[in-house]
């Protein structure tokens, strides 16, 4: 470096590091974040990007902008009330907060009055029970991906499930039900057609399992897709009947997480008719239709989940305390965000609708939401959205907050069954700015 070399005037790292708000940064901050921000001005200084005197100044507003976690709370304004990619369900406050007071120490595990250990997620299960009366016992796990492996591993081991044709789900990402159950080494005994399965076929494959093979029949719920026209399948209490003929358990995966029938989605089964119905064990995803954390919940007759919970697995999918604390006030608290979703004040929400598109001089279009990942598919949610030009979708996701809308041919559809009323002024102003920020041409928002 020759005498002159502006790069001389570039801030080290150790001055750099004892500003007082570079200082004060390390109580939110990472060492190694700051570092990695402090080198990142400086190199950038170094290729003549920055002058060297505002090295300092980038490196504050780099602190000041910086995020320990990047996860970004987002509006959801596509009308999917359970969206996978934007996380399934948003939890109600009563579950927030809980999961907020979790985060410390609890007495997860230990008897407040006695001082002794007490057992791991007993109040989640109380309520669990407390909601689903016809459940004799329940137990919860990370998800309902490790609830199926749990029950197959607990209940089958390496002998057989019989399971229909036409219930071997691809649940998403690639991800296939047969080949999870599969992989715990159980044997698949497939059963009937892709469209059609009676019970007569069912009844054939339970008469050929020698006696004594360790064996269950598996009811699993497509909650992805629909077979219409020429279809047929066996009931769970079909099911229960010809299980309880060979002492055999009746396993159902009802996907979705309903407590009791919801009247928006009316094939959708629920946890409560399914365990009335006969079926010995019912396994759901907490973050589905139930409106809570990610879980798998299993749910069924004493003996089921006794022998279930003292397989080894269940301590490898053992629930954080922060899920419990969720998925307990979800149960125990006021209507969760998902359930108002699903069955909103339709006409409050045509008006909120109405009041945005007229602030925005745009139309009012009819619009379908959907459940989603967790249920009801092709069950359309009757309803409306903003109708604003395509170009306005990736502004909008890119803005902040991130607003996600539903594109559709040549518009953007903003809809907001899934928007708390709270947040229409926010979302109100989102729009203005990713308008304002349209290329002239697309401006109009006929
Ligand atoms: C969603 C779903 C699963 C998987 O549950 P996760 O909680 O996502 O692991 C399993 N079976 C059915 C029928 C489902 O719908």
């Given at each position: 470096?020759?005498?002159?070399?502006?790069?001389?005037l570039?801030?080290?790292?150790?001055?750099?590091?004892?500003?007082?708000r570079?200082?004060r940064?390390?109580?939110?901050?990472?060492?190694?974040?700051?570092?990695?921000?402090?080198?990142?001005?400086?190199?950038r200084?170094?290729?003549?990007?920055?002058?060297?005197?505002?090295?300092?100044?980038?490196?504050?507003?780099?602190?000041?902008?910086?995020r320990?976690?990047?996860?970004?709370?987002?509006?959801?304004?596509?009308?999917?009330?359970?969206?996978?990619?934007?996380?399934?369900?948003?939890?109600?406050?009563?579950?927030?907060?809980?999961?907020?007071?979790?985060?410390?120490?609890?007495?997860?595990?230990?008897?407040?009055?006695?001082?002794?250990?007490?057992?791991?997620?007993?109040?989640?299960?109380?309520?669990?029970?407390?909601?689903?009366?016809?459940?004799?016992?329940?137990?919860?796990?990370?998800?309902?991906?490790?609830a199926?492996?749990?029950?197959?591993?607990?209940?089958?081991?390496?002998?057989?499930?019989?399971?229909?044709?036409?219930?071997?789900?691809?649940?998403?990402?690639?991800?296939?039900?047969?080949?999870?159950i599969?992989?715990?080494?159980?044997?698949?005994?497939?059963?009937?057609?892709?469209?059609?399965?009676?019970?007569?076929?069912?009844?054939?494959?339970?008469?050929?399992?020698?006696?004594?093979?360790?064996?269950?029949?598996?009811?699993?719920?497509?909650?992805?897709?629909?077979?219409?026209?020429?279809?047929?399948?066996?009931?769970?209490?079909?099911?229960?009947?010809?299980?309880?003929?060979?002492?055999?358990?009746?396993v159902?995966?009802?996907?979705?997480?309903?407590?009791?029938?919801?009247?928006?989605?009316?094939?959708?089964?629920?946890?409560?008719?399914?365990?009335?119905?006969?079926?010995?064990?019912?396994?759901?995803?907490?973050d589905?239709?139930?409106?809570?954390?990610?879980?798998?919940?299993?749910?069924?007759?004493?003996?089921?989940?006794s022998?279930?919970?003292?397989?080894?697995?269940?301590?490898?999918?053992?629930?954080?305390?922060?899920?419990?604390?969720?998925?307990e006030?979800?149960?125990?608290?006021?209507?969760?965000?998902?359930?108002?979703?699903?069955?909103?004040?339709?006409?409050?929400?045509r008006?909120?609708?109405?009041?945005?598109?007229?602030?925005?001089?745009?139309?009012?279009?009819?619009?379908?939401?959907?459940?989603?990942?967790?249920?009801?598919?092709?069950?359309?949610?009757?309803?409306?959205?903003?109708?604003?030009p395509?170009?306005?979708?990736?502004?909008?996701?890119?803005?902040e907050?991130?607003?996600?809308?539903?594109?559709?041919?040549?518009?953007?559809?903003?809809?907001?069954?899934?928007?708390?009323?709270?947040?229409?002024?926010?979302?109100?102003?989102?729009?203005?700015?990713?308008?304002?920020?349209?290329?002239?041409?697309?401006?109009?928002?006929?």
């Amino acid at each position: 470096m020759v005498e002159d070399d502006p790069r001389r005037l570039i801030p080290g790292t150790d001055t750099l590091l004892s500003h007082p708000r570079v200082r004060r940064a390390s109580n939110t901050l990472s060492r190694h974040v700051i570092e990695q921000l402090i080198h990142q001005a400086q190199e950038r200084a170094r290729h003549g990007e920055l002058p060297p005197d505002r090295v300092e100044g980038e490196v504050l507003a780099q602190l000041d902008a910086y995020r320990p976690s990047s996860m970004r709370p987002v509006i959801n304004a596509t009308g999917v009330v359970v969206h996978t990619n934007l996380g399934r369900a948003p939890l109600s406050p009563a579950a927030r907060s809980a999961v907020a007071d979790a985060a410390g120490y609890v007495d997860v595990e230990m008897n407040l009055e006695t001082g002794r250990r007490s057992r791991r997620g007993a109040s989640a299960r109380r309520a669990l029970l407390a909601a689903c009366p016809p459940a004799e016992d329940a137990l919860v796990v990370n998800n309902g991906a490790a609830a199926l492996a749990l029950a197959a591993a607990a209940l089958v081991g390496t002998g057989t499930i019989v399971i229909s044709r036409g219930e071997l789900v691809e649940i998403g990402a690639g991800f296939r039900l047969p080949e999870l159950i599969e992989s715990t080494g159980a044997q698949l005994l497939e059963v009937g057609t892709t469209n059609r399965t009676h019970r007569s076929d069912y009844a054939a494959a339970l008469a050929q399992i020698p006696e004594g093979t360790p064996a269950c029949v598996l009811k699993v719920h497509p909650s992805n897709y629909r077979i219409s026209g020429f279809t047929s399948s066996a009931t769970v209490a079909e099911l229960a009947a010809l299980s309880r003929q060979h002492q055999l358990p009746l396993v159902a995966d009802i996907g979705s997480g309903l407590l009791a029938p919801e009247a928006a989605l009316p094939d959708e089964p629920d946890l409560a008719t399914t365990l009335s119905d006969g079926a010995d064990l019912v396994i759901a995803s907490g973050d589905k239709l139930l409106g809570g954390p990610q879980a798998g919940l299993l749910l069924g007759t004493s003996a089921v989940i006794s022998q279930l919970s003292a397989h080894p697995l269940a301590r490898a999918m053992r629930t954080d305390k922060l899920t419990l604390a969720g998925l307990e006030a979800t149960l125990n608290g006021g209507e969760t965000p998902v359930s108002t979703a699903l069955s909103p004040d339709g006409e409050k929400l045509r008006q909120r609708t109405q009041r945005m598109a007229d602030s925005l001089g745009a139309e009012v279009v009819p619009h379908d939401g959907r459940a989603g990942g967790g249920g009801g598919p092709g069950v359309p949610l009757p309803g409306s959205a903003v109708q604003l030009p395509e170009p306005a979708a990736a502004l909008l996701r890119s803005g902040e907050p991130p607003v996600v809308t539903r594109t559709h041919g040549a518009w953007c559809l903003l809809d907001l069954r899934c928007v708390p009323e709270s947040e229409d002024e926010t979302v109100l102003q989102a729009v203005r700015t990713a308008l304002e920020d349209l290329p002239p041409p697309t401006r109009g928002v006929g």
